[in-house]
């Protein structure tokens, strides 16, 4: 059974940068495609982006295209979230888990199961 544990949040200025990171445990071959999702506090869950299990099919969410650029390494079971030009309002708890199918525009009910973790807290600030 697969796992995620989220890392690399922070707080950030914005117009500042973080990364953050997926590592995937419990992988016997591959781990399929991969989504990252938000939850802003009073908020729903939302979809950030998306990455198929080859890499070859990628979405964002309309309010992230140009400042976030999503990247998976199979070697290192690792999905990356680079966040460039932040803003206040991607202030949330990001979680990635692994997705029936990367599709627009990201819908938390494509997520394979209902354990999102703990997530990793972005606070963007000045």
């Known amino acids: 059974q697969l796992q995620f544990v989220e890392s690399g949040g922070g707080l950030v200025q914005p117009g500042g940068s973080l990364r953050i990171t997926c590592t995937v445990s419990?992988?016997?071959?591959?781990?399929?495609?991969i989504g990252w999702f938000r939850q802003a506090p009073g908020k729903e869950r939302e979809g950030v982006s998306c990455i198929s299990s080859t890499g070859g099919n990628i979405h964002y969410v309309d309010s992230v295209k140009g400042r976030f650029t999503i990247s998976r390494d199979d070697a290192k079971n690792t999905v990356y979230l680079q966040m460039d030009s932040l803003k206040p309002e991607d202030t949330a708890i990001y979680y990635c888990?692994?997705?029936?199918?990367?599709?627009?525009?990201?819908?938390?009910?494509?997520?394979?199961?209902?354990?999102w973790g703990q997530g990793t807290q972005v606070t963007v600030s000045s």
């Open positions: 888990t692994a997705i029936l199918v990367c599709i627009y525009p990201i819908p938390p009910s494509t997520a394979l199961s209902d354990d």
């Open positions: 419990g992988v016997t071959r591959d781990f399929g495609a």
